[in-house]
């Protein structure tokens, strides 16, 4: 008489074939987390270098508008671009007392290394704060700066275009190029009353 077995547990072929298909998957989901982890990295550089560039122009921009305020018909200059469009100086007579001498009536803007700065005083003494890093300007990415400030007029500018071009900090993990963002906006002076 011959007792008969029953099996129980996994042999070691069921058991291998078992952690083969899990290996699989957990490479796939893996693979898959990677991705989109690169994905969302450089999303979130896209985001940062647009608003960079955007926050430049919405503070830039109501500055320029103001250029040439002169209430008291005194003769205030409108804007002195300069540095090949690198800056620009904007006057305004913004509390009525018929000069620029005061806070935020004379504000230079300059486009300096990889940042966007500005003083509002005509007190050279002072410091530039920095508006944003990482501008270049280099909207093309073939290694030159384009102008930042294109005034429509050399000796009595009416209007100034602002074009701004930010860029990552580093490459974008999936292609490997930096990401770029530019804006533009045309400043129209308010000029006299």
């Given at each position: 008489?011959?007792?008969?077995?029953?099996?129980?547990?996994?042999?070691?072929?069921?058991?291998?074939?078992?952690?083969?298909?899990?290996?699989?998957?957990?490479?796939?989901?893996?693979?898959?987390?990677?991705?989109?982890?690169?994905?969302?990295?450089?999303?979130?550089?896209?985001?940062?270098?647009?608003?960079?560039?955007?926050?430049c122009?919405?503070?830039?921009?109501?500055?320029?508008?103001?250029?040439?305020?002169?209430?008291?018909?005194?003769?205030?200059?409108?804007?002195?671009?300069?540095?090949?469009?690198?800056?620009?100086?904007?006057?305004?007579?913004?509390?009525?007392?018929g000069?620029?001498d005061?806070?935020?009536?004379?504000?230079?803007?300059?486009?300096?290394?990889?940042?966007i700065?500005?003083?509002k005083?005509?007190?050279?003494?002072?410091?530039?704060?920095?508006?944003?890093?990482?501008?270049?300007?280099?909207?093309?990415?073939?290694?030159?700066?384009?102008?930042?400030?294109?005034?429509?007029?050399?000796?009595?500018?009416?209007?100034?275009?602002?074009?701004?071009?930010?860029?990552?900090?580093?490459?974008?993990?999936?292609?490997?190029?930096?990401?770029?963002?530019?804006?533009?906006?045309?400043?129209?002076?308010?000029?006299k009353?």
């Amino acid at each position: 008489m011959s007792e008969s077995r029953s099996q129980k547990g996994f042999g070691l072929i069921e058991l291998l074939v078992s952690v083969a298909i899990l290996f699989v998957v957990l490479s796939a989901l893996a693979v898959t987390l990677i991705q989109n982890a690169r994905i969302n990295r450089a999303q979130q550089m896209a985001l940062q270098v647009q608003s960079d560039a955007r926050n430049c122009l919405s503070m830039i921009v109501p500055v320029l508008r103001s250029a040439g305020w002169d209430p008291m018909n005194v003769g205030i200059p409108t804007a002195v671009v300069g540095g090949g469009g690198s800056q620009v100086q904007i006057f305004a007579d913004l509390n009525e007392d018929g000069d620029t001498d005061d806070a935020d009536e004379d504000v230079t803007i300059r486009f300096y290394g990889s940042r966007i700065e500005w003083r509002k005083t005509s007190d050279t003494s002072q410091p530039f704060v920095v508006l944003s890093e990482g501008i270049t300007n280099d909207a093309d990415g073939n290694g030159t700066a384009e102008p930042m400030f294109t005034a429509d007029s050399v000796s009595s500018p009416t209007r100034i275009t602002v074009k701004i071009t930010s860029r990552s900090p580093v490459p974008d993990p999936r292609s490997g190029n930096y990401i770029r963002y530019t804006v533009q906006s045309d400043a129209i002076f308010r000029g006299k009353v």
